[in-house]
């Protein structure tokens, strides 16, 4: 069974940090690319980041480049978001993910297994 778990959420003020980590079992992560996505009430699951499975390539929407890094650790089979220099409009539930596919893609439905999400709310 393959599970996914997020953590690391919480209420921060703006410009604060966070760093939220997927760990996953059930699976050899290398052979996964990770991505982050969040979804803030009333709007649509939104792609925040993705990285290959080596970890070599990385991939950002452009409202968090410069603030957040994502990472893996494929001996933990971990993957983190460090969130930097938070904004009240990041503010979101944040969700990763995993895609067999090598290819870059941010949409949502290439995207098959899914943990159950972690609250990140920053206050202005």
């Known amino acids: 069974q393959v599970l996914l778990v997020e953590s690391g959420g919480g209420l921060v003020q703006t410009g604060g940090s966070l760093r939220l980590s997927c760990a996953a079992s059930?699976?050899?992560?290398?052979?996964?690319?990770m991505g982050w996505f969040r979804q803030a009430p009333g709007k649509e699951r939104e792609f925040v980041a993705r990285?290959?499975?080596?970890?070599?390539?990385?991939t950002y929407v452009d409202s968090v480049k410069g603030r957040f890094t994502i990472s893996r650790d494929n001996d933990k089979n971990t993957a983190y978001l460090q969130m930097n220099a938070l904004k009240p409009e990041d503010t979101a539930v944040y969700y990763c993910?995993?895609?067999?596919?090598?290819?870059?893609?941010?949409?949502?439905?290439?995207?098959?297994?899914w943990g159950q999400g972690t609250q990140v709310t920053v206050s202005s």
């Open positions: 059930g699976l050899t992560l290398s052979s996964y690319a």
């Open positions: 993910a995993t895609d067999r596919a090598p290819v870059v893609r941010r949409d949502a439905k290439f995207y098959d297994y």
């Open positions: 990285i290959s499975g080596s970890g070599t390539t990385t």
